[in-house]
């Protein structure tokens, strides 16, 4: 009975339209009022223990800053002039080169529709002028987008290590190989198709043109050497390192490339003008620019923005961990664990189901709400099993990918439709040729759990454990 009541609360309200945090909240709170002997008191208690004694999600706003500054700042750019002089000169290079920055910019940012909109605000444009078909460019940024939850550092990873308490570590370790693999498999897509289509090719700008693009772009790529060097090393928890990622991409995009705030446009060296004296004059301007850029209007808006996404997401996760509270209080994820192990279905069967599951779940709620009312149901269910937690929290991300691409609420299609000016089914329609390589991709990662688990074997076992 409270379980019926549980759900179909919950779906009154969804279908009423609450966001999906409120509907979370306010059908466990009924929940508990009319069938559980817990008071007020416990659900305040329960709601601050979920944002405070998870030390992982401390991660989450420190990764939304550092995406906030380096999405502001023009670090987007720059990784995409270097991904450009890297692929460009192959045949539909300029695609590859989209999804390349987006890999990298995956790897500092942890976010998919931050990514669209960093990257897809310039190449889509630069694509169709270089006479590629605005939607073979929308469809290639907005499916490359999705790497920005796969591919470490990941906030909804974080989710999922603080909804099942698995290492946020293994799982950034996890998602390494299945990212880059992603990307590899978009790229040689890419290939096919501009092949057959006689898509153009950039020329090769010469291995020095190359070097200065890096050197230009090394910035940028600098945070992912610190956050992922730093945790897979062991030298720093993801919390840490997220600290040091959101300090870093401040400093790089204020006093470094200086795109935004009081140095904003000040060259780093003025004509003529010797090295040494050029390092002694822009020492001074940062000691001079740091205590008045925290004041500057830009980067107050950074840091605004910034918290108003980290509120917003944990506000989300306080609920979804209060109806998860509920989930747990009474047994609903062991007696549907035990039920599944009564009927026998093997671990290849609950894997197709739980895909099912994720898949028509990723069309109508967010992914970090997704992962946190599900994880507590199927992750009992998989440990019986004896499927590996991690293997399952990759498997529960990469239909997240995919649910960040299926109307009606895909991010990442309303994100590509205000970049490009166009209707919904326009980007649908655009999205779905290569949404059709997720799928596979899906059922490679569900089916040889291997290439995620392969990674953080092999470093536990250099580290001796």
Same mark, same amino acid.
């Given at each position: 009975m409270t379980t019926a009541a549980l759900f179909i609360i919950l779906f009154a309200c969804m279908f009423m339209g609450m966001p999906i945090a409120v509907a979370l909240g306010l059908s466990s709170v009924a929940t508990i009022l009319m069938f559980s002997n817990d008071s007020l008191a416990s659900i305040s208690l329960k709601l601050f223990e979920a944002t405070s004694e998870h030390y992982t999600l401390l991660a989450i706003p420190f990764f939304i800053l550092s995406s906030a500054f380096l999405s502001t700042g023009g670090v987007a750019k720059r990784l995409i002039n270097f991904a450009v002089d890297s692929v460009g000169h192959i045949r539909g290079g300029l695609a590859m080169a989209s999804v390349l920055a987006c890999m990298l910019f995956a790897a500092v940012s942890g976010s998919s529709p931050a990514t669209v909109a960093a990257i897809g605000t310039i190449v889509i444009a630069g694509m169709v002028r270089s006479g590629y078909p605005e939607s073979f460019a929308a469809g290639v940024i907005a499916n490359a987008g999705t790497l920005g939850i796969l591919i470490p550092p990941s906030i909804v990873m974080l989710v999922y290590a603080a909804a099942t308490e698995v290492s946020a570590s293994r799982m950034f370790m996890a998602g390494f190989i299945p990212g880059l693999m992603m990307g590899g498999i978009l790229m040689i897509a890419i290939y096919i198709a501009a092949r057959i289509m006689k898509l153009p090719a950039e020329p090769f700008p010469g291995v020095a043109k190359l070097g200065k693009s890096f050197m230009i772009a090394l910035g940028g790529l600098m945070l992912i050497i610190i956050v992922l060097g730093s945790i897979y090393g062991g030298i720093a928890s993801p919390t840490e390192a997220a600290a040091v990622a959101?300090?870093?991409?401040?400093?790089?995009? +204020?006093?470094?490339?200086?795109?935004?705030?009081? $140095?904003?446009?000040?060259?780093?060296?003025?004509?003529?003008?010797?090295?040494? *004296?050029?390092? +002694?004059?822009?020492?001074?301007?940062?000691?001079?620019?740091?205590?008045? *850029?925290?004041?500057?209007?830009?980067?107050?808006?950074?840091?605004?923005?910034?918290?108003?996404?980290?509120?917003? @997401? @944990?506000?989300?996760?306080?609920?979804? $961990?209060?109806?998860?509270?509920?989930?747990?209080?009474?047994?609903?994820?062991?007696?549907?664990?035990?039920?599944?192990?009564?009927?026998?279905?093997?671990?290849?069967?609950?894997?197709?189901?739980?895909?099912?599951?994720?898949?028509?779940?990723?069309?109508?709620?967010?992914?970090?709400?997704?992962?946190?009312?599900?994880?507590?149901?199927?992750?009992?269910?998989?440990?019986?099993?004896?499927?590996?937690?991690?293997?399952?929290?990759?498997?529960?991300?990469?239909?997240?990918?995919?649910?960040?691409?299926?109307?009606?609420?895909?991010?990442? @299609?309303?994100?590509?439709?205000?970049?490009?000016?166009?209707?919904?089914?326009?980007?649908?329609?655009?999205?779905?040729?290569?949404?059709?390589?997720?799928?596979?991709?899906?059922?490679?990662?569900?089916?040889?759990?291997?290439? *995620?688990?392969? @990674?953080?074997?092999?470093?536990?076992?250099?580290k001796g454990y």
């Open positions: 959101a300090v870093y991409a401040y400093l790089v995009s +204020v006093l470094g490339y200086r795109d935004i705030g009081p $140095m904003k446009g000040v060259a780093w060296r003025n004509e003529g003008e010797a090295i040494a *004296s050029a390092v +002694v004059r822009n020492l001074l301007q940062m000691l001079w620019a740091m205590p008045k *850029s925290i004041r500057h209007p830009e980067v107050r808006k950074v840091i605004l923005d910034a918290s108003k996404v980290s509120l917003m @997401l @944990l506000f989300i996760i306080a609920n979804a $961990m209060l109806f998860a509270h509920v989930l747990t209080t009474e047994r609903i994820p062991h007696q549907i664990a035990e039920t599944i192990v009564h009927w026998g279905l093997p671990a290849w069967g609950f894997l197709i189901v739980v895909n099912i599951l994720l898949l028509i779940a990723g069309n109508f709620m967010e992914p970090s709400a997704i992962l946190l009312i599900m994880a507590p149901i199927l992750f009992p269910i998989a440990m019986k099993l004896g499927i590996d937690p991690i293997h399952l929290g990759i498997i529960m991300v990469v239909n997240m990918e995919i649910g960040m691409l299926t109307p009606p609420v895909g991010l990442n @299609l309303f994100v590509t439709a205000g970049i490009t000016g166009k209707n919904m089914i326009w980007v649908i329609k655009a999205c779905l040729p290569w949404l059709s390589l997720l799928l596979m991709f899906l059922i490679l990662i569900t089916y040889v759990p291997q290439i *995620s688990l392969f @990674l953080p074997e092999y470093i536990d076992q250099l």
